[in-house]
């Protein structure tokens, strides 16, 4: 997400298929990166909004590990990776960071666990697109509308002058409880994308 003129990358998987938990900002003007306050959790492929001033990341997983996907004897080598790569672990969790105190919030649930969904914002709601369940793909959509930010300023008249915000905003964006919006209207979502779409 960017704030702020600094782009914030949080979480991934390293080349060991270990999730990750750091957060990294790059200052686009300074082209220079610093790194931030790590996540609670660890977590790759997950969503993220900004909100607020505030960086959402939302769902999200790890393609290489699963509970009832881990090789056993019986499962090893090339079966048991294409296994772990289709059915990967998956969470719902939503970790917010707020840039002005460099600190992790954690928020409420998805619905739905979801490793690989589409994510964005829209003012301040968030939106969770299809992704992974844990056991199949999904078409739902979830949204999270935020309360507590502000709102847009109030224009004033001639049209030409600076619009003044409400005296009683402040900054906000609160999480809310998700709610499924709708299914996302293709046939199938893998992984975020449309069935028909090329993967690698």
């Known amino acids: 997400g960017i704030i702020n003129g600094h782009m914030y990358i949080a979480g991934g998987r390293d080349i060991n298929n270990t999730n990750l938990n750091t957060l ?34 939302f769902g ?11 090789p056993t004897s019986g499962k090893t080598g090339v079966r048991a990776w294409f296994q772990r790569l289709l059915q990967p672990d998956t969470t719902n969790t ?13 928020g409420p649930s998805l619905n739905q666990q979801r490793s690989f969904p589409a994510g964005t914002d829209v003012g301040n709601t968030a939106v969770a697109v299809g992704g992974y369940t844990g056991s199949t793909t999904t078409t739902s959509v979830e949204i999270n509308m935020a309360g507590g930010g502000c709102a847009s300023p109030t224009p004033t008249v001639p049209p030409t002058a600076t619009p003044t915000a409400s005296p009683s905003c402040t900054p906000g964006g609160t999480p809310g409880p998700w709610v499924i ?11 975020g994308f449309a069935q028909t779409a090329t993967h690698f």
Not at 40 to 56: M, Q, T
Not at 60 to 70: C, D, E, I
């Open 181 to 191: 919006a709708s299914p996302y209207p293709i046939p199938d979502v893998r992984y």
């Open 60 to 70: 999200g997983g790890n393609p290489f590990t699963g509970p009832s996907t881990m």
């Open 24 to 57: 990294y900002d790059y200052d686009i003007a300074a082209n220079t990166w610093t790194t931030r306050a790590s996540m609670p959790s660890g977590v790759n492929v997950p969503g993220s909004a900004v909100i607020a001033g505030k960086l959402w990341v």
């Open 94 to 106: 939503l970790q917010v960071y707020d840039p002005a105190t460099n600190s992790w919030t954690s």
